[in-house]
């Protein structure tokens, strides 16, 4: 049956919605002359079909003799007049901004969308098809099964951050026919190392379809990290073993309900702050010609405000906007079944005209929805915007990239900074997160993620070398707050050597063992580099991907790993529900927090403020919360955590009581000890740069 328009369907859902006869097409396209909608055979011949309806300003028709597979996309034709914003152009292939699956991939050519004129940007009537995805229709039917999601509580969360693509491209046990794939991830080999690492939480770089940035394809690279998001609806097809013509939908599925089931949450990484289409002088691919006023944060009418940096921001503040924005993450929650989202630039989405506003429109939707304020909500806590670094100043609901927890450690083990800001970061940034009900599990704890070195690459290099990049070595920060000791990049000398992996070890201690919710950046549990590249988002290759061929030392580091993980699991003193208040559970005990200085005593306020000051113990307390009322924390091992940044030995008293009478080692990441008993007032030689953790043993 050849598709024809047998009524006027609705306005209501936005999109292509298969039917029993055909499909309903909605397109909110205010400000447009008309709408067409182009359906493409297997040969990549079109036909178009005017949708005959418009009803408050969205176009419609129902088309009946469409099925499952479809490829399609909309022209739409109107003013252009991009001094005030309106780019209408029915010479350009649109992609549907609902579309479940897009099938192809963005291809530059010069004639096609090169702007003429610079003052002008007169109208380029070039046709786009052959150069753009085609959206794809796609039935929502699959079986999930008992399905549930593993809801596991914040305060128990270990997040692991990794990409779909990298992981499995070269593990050798995932074939090869699926590595790289939503497919490679679920396979056996890469949940067992998650389930053996005691991670909880899979955190996913973008996933939504995404398309080469046009100055990325001139120098021949590839996005790699897909921050420049087209189909806020579609997994992105090249991640897909199985097809593109809707079989990227059901691979998606099969890999979230096969990590359900082996009990690990899945979060995506999700960028809903700009588009594809970048500034003025981008492509138009979809938003641009649909309706640019309506989906741009528009400065002039021509020019864009870019809060991002990355040449346009999504207007979330405009209704139709935020509509799909909520409609999208609903999908992926009911649909897609994923547990959580980590927003991109989060600030920038908290936008009301020009000033972040953490009561505006997107904040308080999210709030008031009764699925969405249910998952996992992190936000990355800054966008570049002025005023935008916003850490500590999202609602209750929200967890935050605690971006001054990474630099503080970084600082601090490196040996830049002394301990003033050190028992914040440790204890669960009560400074920033201690007030209007939040939890000491809204701080997302992280040394390293995948914008910037992994912990190899920090204890490796003094600066970036980003060459590979083609930018010169302009592109990535400068502040790395990283150090090489001794010499840029990979050494045989066997000082530098052990000096770095005492210090990976220390920083994935100190993370692991830090109140509030780590996040591990995939890799680092082996020491995975990247060669000194600070900004590997365009290097889909060796530069980027999980090498699982390990030297012996980064086995040992991995069962490091482990044990520390597990050490968190098992005890809840690393996992506080509450903020500390450093007083005693009961009388004459011990506080719930301590701060011991290397004389045995506690530290005195000239100490934590010294910045030579480069050795302190956390006492960690097992006898409870102090929180009237408070009834799930049962009583727990003591401990002692020394941390010891200073590049020379170091004698550590042990303290008496109330702390404890006897102390027995738990793991020193310098030097191996018996697990021997330690009275208090004994002496504990500290390695340059390491850490030590001791249980109280009495």
Sequence with gaps: MEPMIDGAGSWDPLGLTLDATGANVALWAPGATHVDLCLFDEAGRERVIRLPEQTFGIFHG???????????????????????????????????????????????????FAHVGSDDLMRNDADSAPFVPRSIAVTTSFDWYDDRPPQTPWTDTVIYETHVRGISMRHPQVPENIRGTYAGLAHPAIIDHLLSLGVTSVELLPTHHFVNEPHLLELGLTNYWGYNTLGFFAPHAHYSASGSRGEQVREFKEMVRTLHSAGLEVILDVVYNHTAEGNELGPTLSFRGICNPGYYRLSDGRH??????????????NPHVLQMVMDSLRYWVTEMHVDGFRFDLASALARSFHDVDMLGTFMTTIQQDPILRRVKLIAEPWDVGPGGYQVGEFPMLWAEWNGRYRDNI???????????????????????????????????????????????????????????????????????????????????????????????????????????????????????????????????????????????????????????????????VFRQRFFFDGRPVRDGGAPDLGWIGPDGNPLTNEEWNAPWTQTLGMYLSGEGHHVPGDLLAPTDDSFLFLVHASDDEYDFVLPGEPFGSSYEVVFDTGTPRPADRLSSGATVRLTPRSCVLLRVAS
């Design 304 to 317: 864009y405000m870019d809060y991002t940096g990355c040449g346009n921001t999504l207007d979330v503040s």
């Design 62 to 112: 129902h088309i009946g003799g469409i099925s499952s597979g479809a490829a399609y996309g909309f022209r739409v034709d109107g003013p252009w007049e991009p001094s005030q914003g309106a780019r209408w152009n029915p010479h350009k292939l649109l992609m549907d901004p609902y579309a479940r699956a897009l099938d192809g991939d963005f291809r530059l050519d010069p004639a096609v």
């Design 410 to 572: 970084r600082d601090f083990w490196r040996g830049s900074a002394g301990v003033g800001e050190l028992g914040w970061r440790l204890s669960g940034s009560a400074d920033l997160y201690g007030g209007e009900g939040r939890r000491p599990y809204s701080s997302i704890n992280f040394i390293t993620a995948h914008d910037g070195f992994p912990m190899r690459d920090l204890t490796t290099y003094d600066h970036k070398h980003n060459e590979a990049n083609l930018e010169d070595n302009r592109d990535g920060t400068d502040d790395n707050r990283s150090a090489n000791y001794g010499h840029e990049g990979e050494t045989d000398d066997p000082v530098i050597t052990e000096t770095r992996q005492r210090q990976i070890r220390n920083m994935f201690a100190t993370l692991l063992l830090s109140t509030g919710v780590p996040m591990i950046l995939g890799g680092d549990e082996f020491g995975r580099t990247q060669g000194g590249n600070n900004n590997a988002y365009c290097q889909d290759n060796d530069t980027s991907w999980f090498d699982w061929d390990w030297d012996p030392w980064q086995s040992q580091m991995l069962d490091f790993a482990r044990m520390v993980v597990t050490l968190r699991r098992d005890h809840w």
